[in-house]
């Protein structure tokens, strides 16, 4: 649990320092946070604190010394409230100031989506299966401003424009496919990792409809919930994927030629999808180590933070 709240912690800071938490009690159950070192300021705390049920305090003088000394009337708070609250949409994106639209949040992590899909600087790989869709799916990959920015094209069937393997290129276009929606893996500025939900033109979503994603693993919602349900999927960093595009396409002489070298382009070979997924995973869990944690720690096979909040 208090590596669930020290994960939290990072994933929500806004500064480019790892934060490895104090505790300051003997029972290690008090962990002291500095909102400087998150780059947070006094309104990120308050906005936090402001819907706190369990904030009661005899009025003592203690309570006033902290007031004073901390500049809140709300100086201390359970780490599972804060873990529930935070990790998930209305506190999420408050915390972290995502944008409204996938558009300005690829704008924010200085990511120029298109212009890298037509320089082949993005890089793909696309599936029929996977584990939170029943059709295919599309992962690409951009360089940002903080290390990585992996966003996905998700479709709510296989029919027409929505085949990867009729349609490869694009989004949109005579030759490319139409998803519909998507959702975005980026890194912050300490390493750990950020998330965000869209629909297919761009606007933000607090849950991802259940016909184009789940969650297979929480049959009690199986809605995929923007930071809670990525944090608990993504536990380890980025997830290996296989690509069937690539040799489907350029292998096969239905498509012209322009699109078979296209195709060659945006989908790389598989040891090359590999190291990209691997060394993206290897920044994140060297953040983690970074402020003490153990990353493949779990609570009976669930991620630390999911536990923390349930």
């Not at 690409?140 to 401003?145: C, I």
Request: charged share 25%.
């Amino acid at each position: 649990y208090r590596q669930g709240a020290v994960k939290l912690v990072n994933s929500l800071s806004r500064s480019s320092e790892v934060v490895a938490l104090e505790t300051i009690d003997p029972a290690q159950s008090i962990l002291r946070i500095n909102i400087d070192d998150l780059g947070w300021d006094a309104a990120d705390w308050e906005t936090l604190v402001a819907s706190y049920p369990y904030g009661t305090r005899p009025d003592t003088q203690l309570s006033s010394v902290l007031d004073g000394r901390t500049g809140t009337k709300t100086a201390f708070i359970r780490a599972d409230w804060f873990a529930f609250v935070a990790s998930r949409p209305g506190m999420y994106e408050k915390l972290l100031k995502l944008p409204k639209t996938f558009q300005e949040l690829a704008k924010q992590q200085n990511v120029d989506v298109a212009a890298n899909i037509k320089r082949f600087v993005a890089q793909r790989a696309g599936f029929q299966k996977s584990g939170v869709s029943a059709n295919n799916r599309l992962i690409e990959r951009h360089p940002s401003k903080n290390g990585y920015f992996w966003t996905s094209y998700d479709f709510a069937g296989n029919r027409g424009k929505q085949s990867l393997f009729g349609f490869p290129t694009g989004p949109g276009g005579a030759t490319g496919f139409t998803h519909d929606g998507g959702e975005t893996i980026f890194s912050l500025p300490n390493g750990f990792q950020a998330y965000y939900l869209n629909d297919a033109k761009g606007a933000a979503l607090a849950k991802g409809p259940v016909n184009v994603v789940s969650d297979p693993e929480n049959p009690r919602d199986p809605s995929v919930v923007n930071g809670i349900s990525c944090m608990r999927c993504h536990d380890q960093g980025m997830r290996k994927a296989k690509d069937d595009i690539r040799d489907a396409v350029v292998n096969s002489r239905t498509q012209s030629k322009e699109i078979r070298d296209q195709v060659e382009a945006l989908y790389p070979p598989a040891e090359k999808m590999d190291r990209l997924l691997e060394n993206d995973t290897k920044r994140f869990q060297s953040a983690m180590k970074r402020a003490g944690l153990n990353p493949s720690l779990k609570l009976n096979g669930t991620e630390m933070t999911f536990a923390l909040s349930r």
